[in-house]
């Protein structure tokens, strides 16, 4: 495989109707929005399922969510020595990692991983105080936005099963709330470096599998808070630059997408650079 030669942008348009797209859990799990009511999702988010299609696809993941682990790892750093062997914590450990698993060549990985317990008074003595080996990743994501601001309906959810456990009196306590966002369309920019690519190895053909995966990914992905067709990626524009600097700068790019509240989109052509539109799954 070829390390990618070709700077790329890329944006995403995706709706969300009657769900929680992204909870915040130190607010009550409400779906974020700024303080004018904007709706976001956080790229955190976005990377985990961009991760999670990437494993469906049968790609390596390193960063794999307990609902969808495909081995017996109990943590990162368990993962990492199973498969990197006695490499792991050696000047090998990043290259080898880069070459395994693909989001870690895509979007880095940072290895901040503490001494072992046992060894803590031999390695203090050598002056050890744990492992960091930092992966810095050539694949950005920005948080998505909402175009207009949102409306967020919250709802209680009370028990009703037995409040004594033996079947002969229904409960009705209050358990707390469930919060989805009506409708909006939402927005979210990413972009790709060859530079920093060359360092991880990140290739032309890993750049095509995530391209292959945006338009998916709402995919196998429903739950309570995000029920079967509530969220859809409605279009992708990809953007691939002639050289490795690129021809124009990632904001400038950006700009050049449209966004109405209905979701249609309009894109202002930038000259040598034509953008490919996807629709969504």
């Keep these: 495989m070829s390390v990618l030669q070709?700077?790329?942008?890329?944006?995403?348009?995706?709706?969300?109707?009657?769900?929680?797209p992204n909870g915040d859990p130190l607010n009550g799990n409400r779906p974020r929005?700024?303080?004018?009511?904007?709706?976001?999702?956080?790229?955190?988010?976005?990377?985990?399922?961009?991760?999670?299609?990437?494993q469906d696809a049968a790609f390596d993941i390193f960063v794999q969510s307990d609902d969808r682990k495909k081995d017996d790892a109990k943590s990162l750093r368990d993962r990492a020595e199973k498969n990197l062997g006695s490499t792991f914590g050696s000047a090998e450990t990043a290259k080898l990692a880069c070459e395994k698993w693909l989001d870690v060549r895509a979007f880095g990985q940072l290895f901040a991983l503490p001494?072992?317990?046992?060894?803590?008074?031999?390695?203090?003595?050598?002056?050890?105080?744990?492992?960091?080996?930092?992966i810095r990743g050539p694949v950005t994501l920005q948080s998505a936005f909402s175009i207009q601001p949102v409306e967020v309906t919250s709802t209680q959810i009370t028990k009703s099963v037995s409040g004594d456990g033996d079947g002969t009196k229904r409960g009705s306590d209050t358990m707390g709330m469930k919060h989805r966002v009506d409708e909006g369309v939402y927005v979210f920019y990413g972009s790709m470096n060859p530079q920093l690519a060359e360092r991880t190895g990140f290739s032309g053909e890993d750049a095509e599998a995530i391209k292959k995966v945006l338009p998916?990914?709402?995919?196998?992905?429903?739950?309570?808070?995000?029920?079967?067709?509530?969220m859809e990626v409605l279009t992708v524009i990809w953007w691939k630059h002639n050289c490795?600097?690129?021809?124009?700068?990632?904001?400038?790019?950006?700009?050049?997408?449209?966004v109405k509240p209905d979701g249609q989109i309009d894109v202002d052509p930038l000259p040598g650079l034509d953008p490919e539109r996807i629709d969504g799954f």
């Design 244 to 258: 490795k600097s690129g021809q124009y700068s990632s904001a400038k790019v950006h700009r050049t997408l449209l």
């Design 33 to 54: 929005t700024d303080y004018n009511g904007f709706g976001e999702i956080s790229d955190v988010c976005l990377k985990r399922k961009i991760r999670d299609r990437l």
């Design 216 to 230: 998916k990914l709402f995919e196998n992905d429903a739950s309570s808070a995000r029920p079967e067709g509530s």
């Design 115 to 134: 001494k072992k317990k046992g060894k803590a008074k031999a390695a203090e003595d050598e002056g050890d105080t744990g492992l960091s080996i930092p």
């Design 6 to 20: 070709n700077k790329i942008d890329f944006a995403v348009v995706l709706r969300v109707k009657h769900a929680n």
